[in-house]
């Protein structure tokens, strides 16, 4: 698959090649693939969970040789995947859709890519420049609404998110737009008023929309690996994310980050991010990432 050839390389690698030959199935060869999921980035406590269920299955099933692992362990890595999750969508719309995550993880070239992908259905799009705090981040999401033909509501650096986001509805329902991408600050190093934002931003779109936020995409940085593990779980617990956006795939071996993020936070991966320009954005797909792990 495009953009995840790094990761499979990894994943054959450390975790495939043990999985060949006639080499036969011991606690030895449970213990280094454990150790094989661990270094591919999947995370302690999905690693064990999954070689537990392996060893179940090879009880059941009765199996001997290690080659014969290679089928299960992918079955129970779609299995751990679940089936995709499609985005809510509000019919008729406007939807909306907040997009969180700390800065640099890619979030404003997701919003842009998202905005494309709106665009290319004939959707009418607004961006909400959300992110207050840095005048950079207001910049970045004109041109990005330039080059996708998105609309851009924003305010000055400094001004409330709060009412951006009240501005940035208003608009949509004037203007009958479908979907409405709203940017957000991603300063971590005051995570207190950084969540007390979020919460005030929901607020506000909520008290405007009740049904709205429809989703909450998390956006996370592939290449950090465990971090990304650490940012979900904080996320989750203050802003109520709905689905997850990985970034960056293109450029790491650290895909197996995916089945760390489901087996530990369960918070459905639904786009993947692999590469800088506007297309590419893909859906994820939890069965061909599987398939495309033991390719
Ligand atoms: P933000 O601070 O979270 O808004 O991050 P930006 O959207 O500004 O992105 C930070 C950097 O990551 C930029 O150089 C982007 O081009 C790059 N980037 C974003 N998504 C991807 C991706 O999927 N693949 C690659 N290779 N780079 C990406």
Not at 44 to 59: C, D, F, P, Q, S
Not at 115 to 120: E, H, L, V
Not at 236 to 256: F, H, P, Q, Y
């Amino acid at each position: 698959k495009q953009g995840l050839v790094k990761t499979r390389q990894n994943f054959v690698d450390k975790v495939g090649e043990l999985l060949t030959g006639r080499r036969k199935i011991d606690e030895e060869l449970y213990e280094a693939l454990e150790e094989a999921l661990i270094r591919s980035d999947a995370g302690v406590n999905t690693a064990m969970e999954l070689v537990e269920k392996l060893r179940r299955e090879v009880k059941n099933r009765k199996l001997t040789e290690a080659q014969e692992l290679r089928e299960v362990l992918q079955e129970l890595v779609a299995d751990l995947l679940g089936a995709g999750k499609p985005l809510n969508l509000a019919e008729p719309g406007p939807t909306v859709i907040l997009v969180v995550g700390v800065n640099g993880v890619g979030k404003t070239t997701t919003i842009g890519k998202l905005a494309n992908y709106f665009r290319r259905e004939g959707k009418r799009v607004i961006l909400a420049a959300g992110d207050t705090f840095r005048a950079a981040a207001i910049d970045q999401l004109e041109i990005w609404g330039e080059r996708s033909g998105a609309e851009v509501v924003k305010q000055k650096e400094g001004a409330d998110p709060a009412a951006v986001a009240f501005d940035a509805i208003q608009a949509a329902k004037s203007r009958q737009a479908d979907v409405v991408l709203m940017d957000t600050a991603g300063r971590l190093h005051n995570k207190v008023n950084l969540m007390e934002e979020l919460r005030k931003v929901k607020r506000v779109i909520t008290r405007e929309i009740p049904a709205a936020p429809h989703e909450v995409l998390l956006v996370l940085d592939a290449t950090t690996g465990q971090n990304a593990i650490q940012q979900a779980k904080l996320f989750r617990e203050t802003a109520g994310v709905t689905g997850i956006v990985l970034t960056k795939l293109d450029g790491t071996a650290k895909g197996g980050v995916v089945l760390g993020i489901q087996g530990e936070v369960r918070i459905p991966v639904k786009w993947i991010g692999i590469g800088e320009g506007m297309d590419d954005l893909r859906p994820f797909v939890p069965q061909d990432f599987a398939a495309a792990l033991f390719s």
